[in-house]
């Protein structure tokens, strides 16, 4: 089993049931299982494919949860990153993980750019309620894409997520986790889906922070409603 089987098994049993809630926006099962589905589609048909790592610089969205799922179907590696980054923190974790791809919020564009030119390695750039100059569009991705992909063989040893710690005594260090980290904690930790039981899970924590993601991952597999909060308040 991997994490990509939480979201497949919760759409089937509870497709109708709303899984993320963020501001304003109520999206299903259903409709997250597409939206994942067409990102994932439009990232493989870039050129995004297994071993590959996906960056994602923002505060918590639903944009956040279906880059990990599209990420994960393709085999790629998602590498959460601290919003609370500085210039030249953003250059040094850009540069030690060598992202393909970097999702990033219209708050970060000027950072982004001014970090841009100093990288030496190619890195698509994709704007999350944003459409910079020379930039990909993430509602334009999602909008023109057919949902049609070919899912990559993801094995339980395979890493999902490079995460990266605080390094209060020098610089971050990058921490791999395999699908197996996360499913043998969610499947000890939580209740499968049941059709006929409804919860909510509130989510103000980071996504970039471990305690946020495997809370994401828990109501995924539990068929929960995620509360997101962008920050805490």
Do not use: W
């Not at 190619?122 to 999602?142: G, H, V």
Request: aromatic share 10%; charged share 25%; glycine share 6%.
């Amino acid at each position: 089993m991997n994490t990509t089987d939480f979201l497949e098994v919760a759409t089937a049993i509870c497709p109708e049931r709303t899984f993320i809630v963020f501001e304003q926006e109520r999206y299903t099962f259903a409709e997250v299982a597409d939206r994942v589905n067409r990102l994932a589609a439009s990232l493989q048909k870039m050129g995004l494919k297994k071993g590959d790592r996906v960056a994602v610089f923002e505060v918590n969205c639903n944009e956040y949860v279906e880059a990990y799922y599209a990420s994960a179907k393709l085999g790629a590696v998602l590498v959460p990153l601290n919003y609370r980054a500085r210039e030249e923190e953003l250059e040094y974790l850009l540069g030690h993980s060598q992202p393909t791809v970097l999702f990033f919020g219209s708050r970060y564009v000027d950072l982004v750019n001014n970090v841009l030119p100093k990288l030496t390695f190619k890195l698509t750039c994709i704007a999350i309620d944003a459409r910079p100059e020379n930039m990909l569009s993430y509602d334009d991705l999602i909008a023109s894409s057919s949902g049609e992909f070919n899912p990559a063989e993801v094995e339980e040893e395979d890493m999902t997520v490079l995460m990266y710690t605080a390094g209060t005594t020098g610089r971050p260090k990058g921490v791999g986790l395999r699908h197996r980290n996360f499913t043998a904690y969610v499947l000890a930790e939580v209740d499968p889906v049941d059709p006929d039981k409804e919860e909510r899970n509130l989510l103000c924590l980071p996504l970039y922070h471990i305690a946020g993601f495997q809370g994401m991952l828990t109501a995924t597999y539990g068929g929960r409603t995620l509360v997101m909060m962008r920050q805490f308040e």
